[in-house]
């Protein structure tokens, strides 16, 4: 769903699309291809203490924290489009994070817009089913338990239930998280798709900057070797593309 800078020529994180695999594009990638046994030094910048995050999970905050110190001040903009991965201890895949310039993006409104997952069908690429489990609301809530099975091109197709949060501000940003609900999501039929091990992913907005963050994983008894190459090791040389593509379909939509 972490620097050398080279440039890439790289899905799904949504979530949204978060198994993604990462294939050329026109972003500046900022961070080495690792083998998975190296790793990024701690980050200085700590997640604030706000009651939104009370009750995040561990990996929430793990993520949201190597987030916070790749993206830019809130307001300062970025000039082009970025791409950034690292590895974390024990996890077949890397972490990622793409940062993209909206120019007129309203953050309030891209968030909400996360929040109104039943909407993702159809707006969203790659997105084969939506459907929240809370119960429903006249208003967008602050958060929201769905189950989602997404598209992973050319590999297969992947299921879960996520929980999002609508976090609130953080360092300027409009934040919303994700995180994998494991009970139900390893009760899932896997015959209709790869079941998530690992899923959790960040939405940010600031003016004129949209960020989307992801880290996640299949089942090993879900997919074949092949699958499983893809959607670990190869992951990292083919998602900034289907990043970017998340961060256009949701921006679009917040300006309906």
Known sequence: MATSGKP????????????????????????????????????????????????????????????????????????????????????????????KAVPGVDPDALIRRVMEVDGYEGRIAHVLANQSRSIPAEEVPDRVTFAQRINVPGITTVQHELELVDAGTIEGYRVAYWFLLDEETAALDPSQGARSESNVGIWLAGPGVVGYAFHSWPKREDVNRIQWFSLTTGATVAASRIVERNIDDMAEWARQ
Request: aromatic share 6%; no cysteine.
């Open 8 to 99: 890439n020529q790289l899905f799904p994180g949504l979530a949204l699309l978060a198994v993604l695999i990462l294939v050329p594009g026109s972003w500046r990638l900022t961070g080495p291809i690792l083998s998975g046994q190296e790793q990024v030094a701690a980050p200085e910048r700590r997640v604030p203490e706000r009651s939104a995050l009370d009750e995040a999970p561990p990996e929430v905050l793990a993520l949201l924290s190597e987030v916070l110190t790749r993206m830019p001040p809130a307001g300062s903009g970025v000039a082009e489009s970025q791409f950034f991965h690292w590895s974390t201890p024990g996890a077949p895949t890397q972490a990622a994070l793409g940062i």
